[in-house]
């Protein structure tokens, strides 16, 4: 058993365009935009790192709410482009973004989330989500899927949404060295 003491409580930021709150972007100083905004996550990101924070979290819908004009996204940069302009600018603050099996094939997902560990030097998380939001299903062309075989997808990426990271290995590319590539 774990005593008190040996037990740690890690801390984040849940990085969102205006806020976390549907109308936040109609506070004054707040900008509606900031949901497109690199330097606005940039920033916010530092000031976690600064105040010594384990890891910045990057939540992901990949559809437009019809909705738009009563209330902006809450993100709207995809979250492994948002995460390396923020790994470029930071050096030690986690990265977590989330990314949804329903909607990725796990290599390309694989991908994306190696070569961001690998411009960060190490410091990306991958939140798997399995999606489910008729917005979303539209975005991409069909029907929302059920919740088992949202899950069941969620199994292609190494059981039930294990780290792309895995699923692709923690190979390097060294030029000349015989090692191989990483894809």
């Keep these: 058993m774990t005593s008190v003491l040996e037990r740690e409580l890690h801390l984040g930021l849940n990085l969102h365009g205006a806020g976390g709150h549907t109308a936040a ?6 900008s509606p935009g900031a949901f497109y905004d690199i330097e606005h996550y940039v920033r916010a990101a530092k000031h976690a790192e600064r105040g010594k924070l384990d890891a910045v979290f990057l939540a992901d819908t990949p559809a437009l709410d019809p909705a738009i004009d009563k209330h902006p996204p809450l993100n709207g940069i995809e979250p492994t482009i948002t995460l390396a302009s923020i790994a470029r600018e930071t050096k030690f603050v986690g990265l977590i973004g989330s990314a949804s099996t329903t909607y990725n094939e796990p290599y390309n997902l694989a991908r994306r989330f190696q070569s961001l560990d690998v411009v960060s030097g190490g410091r990306a998380a991958w939140n798997a989500v399995t999606t489910s ?51």
């Design 133 to 183: 939001n008729v917005y979303t299903a539209r975005s991409f062309g069909g029907d929302e899927l059920s919740r088992d075989d949202r899950y069941r997808r969620a199994e292609e990426f190494g059981g039930g949404g294990a780290n792309p990271l895995a699923w692709l290995g923690r190979r390097r590319y060294y030029p000349g060295s015989g090692r191989g590539a990483v894809w």
């Design 25 to 30: 972007w109609r506070w004054p100083g707040n």
